[in-house]
């Protein structure tokens, strides 16, 4: 089975559900970014799902929320995005990023 696994491709996919589950807790989030920045070099391009998913991951810890708009700078943001970016401020605290946020993205 492992040599199975070793021979899979990962995909938009795969690599979405890796980054999410490195990031559920947020103690992960450094791991879940570093599976992102693989996925791009990988795939070359990234879509909004996986945007989503490591802004999620750093949204959970807490005080990392610079990275979250760092990430957003490179997509078109959906709703769940500025949900994501707007979690990252709450969780840290930083109520005027988030309202500078709700500004920028109406």
């Given at each position: ?100 946020t709700v500004d920028v993205l109406?």
């Amino acid at each position: 089975l492992r040599s199975e696994l070793l021979q899979l491709t990962p995909n938009l996919l795969t690599y979405s559900a890796s980054i999410s589950a490195a990031g559920a807790t947020g103690g992960h989030w450094t791991q879940a970014l570093h599976i992102g920045n693989r996925a791009r070099q990988t795939l070359r391009s990234l879509d909004t799902v996986i945007h989503n998913a490591m802004i999620s991951a750093v949204e959970k810890a807490s005080f990392q929320w610079p990275q979250a708009f760092q990430i957003y700078s490179n997509l078109r943001p959906s709703t769940v995005t500025c949900n994501a970016l707007l979690s990252a401020c709450e969780n840290a605290r930083a109520w005027e990023r988030a309202f500078v946020t709700v500004d920028v993205l109406q």
